[in-house]
């Protein structure tokens, strides 16, 4: 996905940085805001894996990182639970301004807290995801229990949260505790999906069940069995992405794309930063390609080699089908079997190249149906005819150009 890092101004002037992740093709049907947890930062491995999803259907992903955290300016000891949905409030802004107003937005753990107390002061949303997150702001408490004795005899104490020290200063506590769902959630007039894992030993599962039966209809809850709160196992946020996009696309707005024609045979690849995962789109259609792991992939979708053979096989069992119609011949089910392998260009009786390797595409078919002999041999016939086919065997000509940013 084409990532572009952004910056906009919070409520005090303050710089927040932030990345705005965009469809491969750039057609940008929608667009989304992702608050990620609390002292986390927009490069969240789940983050990215969400926001990939999201923008494969065409829903443009907008990660910041809230003030005082991760390149965002500001002092993260004099933020609190308000200033985070001032700084909701700030994306939205930019967004609406820049590009079109959001209408989901997504939050993990504490952030799923500041999207809920955000969304209905942001007119434009219509849908509310959240992850892992905490029924009331006040639950976080919890992360620095060790410090609260200090905090209240000083003023402030520096705590260790996953890890790393932050300084928490009694405004921050006394901010959670005057903040509440309790009020918000039955009138937040918002379609609603919760996340949560029954494992999750951060935020219990009872904080789910606490925002779900406070809300109202439209609300679904989605049980991640197994994973942790930060979504480690890549399968878990792939899995959170894949039911997010699905739930989003029936309760926002996408702007549609014009069937592809015949003719049209536009597709946009995109390899970003992270290994050779890659991005494609098609019209309505997207996909990942990958490489497998033993060769530095992440194995997230087939090879490029597998989407050649993949041309090859459809385009074969589309073209017997259209045969086999106009002789009204009784072809129930054609099943194309596809593997790609090198050998020695000696070993090739039929080949004209005679050194080095050469490229061996092996397609063996089933054909089912009440069909002759003869129709058999005449539908082996026509798999050689199909259009990928010619072309794999005719002289082919790449044009390669730089296209202006």
Not at 328 to 339: A, M, S, Y
Request: proline share 4%.
């Amino acid at each position: 996905m084409p990532s572009k890092k952004v910056e906009f101004t919070n409520s005090q002037g303050e710089l927040l940085s932030a990345i705005l992740e965009t469809p491969v093709d750039r057609i940008i049907k929608n667009y989304a805001i992702f608050a990620h947890c609390f002292t986390c930062s927009k490069n969240l491995t789940a983050v990215r894996n969400i926001s990939r999803t999201l923008t494969n259907k065409g829903i443009a992903v907008l990660s910041f990182d809230f003030t005082g955290l991760g390149d965002s300016e500001g002092e993260f000891a004099e933020t609190n639970f308000s200033s985070n949905i001032s700084d909701l409030q700030s994306a939205y802004d930019y967004l609406a301004a820049n590009h079109a107003p959001p209408e989901l937005l997504v939050g993990h753990s504490l952030g799923g807290t500041a999207v809920l107390a955000a969304a209905p002061g942001l007119s434009g949303i219509k849908a509310v995801a959240t992850i892992g997150s905490p029924a009331d702001p006040p639950h976080v408490k919890h992360l620095f229990t060790e410090g609260l004795d200090q905090i209240e005899n000083t003023g402030y104490a520096t705590v260790s949260i996953g890890g790393r020290p932050f300084t928490i200063k009694k405004q921050f506590i006394s901010d959670l505790e005057e903040n509440s769902l309790e009020k918000v959630l039955p009138s937040l007039n918002k379609s609603l999906l919760i996340f949560h894992s029954p494992q999750d030993s951060i935020v219990s599962i009872e904080n789910a069940t606490k925002i779900y039966t406070a809300s109202k209809h439209p609300k679904s809850f989605i049980s991640l069995d197994g994973a942790d709160h930060l979504l480690s196992n890549r399968e878990d946020s792939t899995y959170v992405a894949e039911v997010l996009a699905g739930w989003a696309s029936r309760y926002i707005t996408l702007n549609e794309q014009p069937e592809q024609t015949a003719s049209g045979n536009q597709v946009s690849v995109t390899t970003g930063p992270e290994g050779y995962t890659t991005e494609v789109i098609t019209g309505r259609h997207s996909f990942v390609a990958d490489e497998p792991k033993s060769v530095g992939g992440k194995d997230l979708g087939p090879t490029p080699y597998d989407y050649l053979l993949t041309s090859l096989g459809a385009c074969t069992s589309m073209t017997l089908r259209m045969y086999a119609d106009r002789k009204q011949w009784d072809l129930q089910e054609v099943t194309v079997h596809l593997d790609h392998n090198k050998i020695h260009a000696q070993d090739c009786a039929d080949c004209e190249t005679k050194e080095g390797k050469i490229d061996v595409l092996s397609r063996e078919l089933e054909i089912k149906g009440d069909l002759s002999e003869e129709q058999v041999n005449r539908l082996m016939e026509i798999a050689d005819r199909c259009p990928v086919h010619r072309t794999l065997h005719s002289e082919i000509q790449v044009e390669t150009s730089l296209r202006e940013k």
